[in-house]
């Protein structure tokens, strides 16, 4: 799992990488407790994180057709993706969706590995 976040300091077109490929979130789990930036680089974010895609989300994309064409090329190239909406709808983006209210109960229940 590769995860990127808009980059530190104000920086809306910078991913920062949470956990390397393979490395298992709960050794970063403090990388996790981010606070909103005020922007949604979901495009940037799909093609970093695309060789394994699961997306968590808070807001809606800054550029939504840019999204899309990421989305398409990961499905034309049997990819699957699955959106996860903290407290709002993600499922008009990604075929398989769902929308968590509660993210820290989301976090306890994942997959340890």
Do not use: N, S
Not at 31 to 36: K, L, M, S, W, Y
Not at 81 to 101: E, M, N, R
């Amino acid at each position: 799992m590769a995860v990127g976040v808009p980059g530190i300091a104000g920086q809306d077109t910078v991913l920062a990488r949470l956990v390397r490929h393979g490395q298992p979130p709960r050794t970063r789990a403090g990388a996790f407790a981010q606070i909103p930036r005020g922007a949604t680089p979901l495009a940037g974010a799909l093609w970093y994180a695309a060789a394994d895609l699961l997306v968590l989300t808070d807001g809606r994309p800054d550029d939504r057709p840019g999204a899309q064409r990421i989305l398409a090329l990961c499905q034309d190239a049997g990819i699957e993706t699955i959106g996860v909406g903290i407290a709002i709808d993600v499922g008009a983006l990604f075929p398989t969706a769902v929308t968590v209210h509660a993210l820290c109960r989301a976090v306890i229940e994942m997959p340890r590995g």
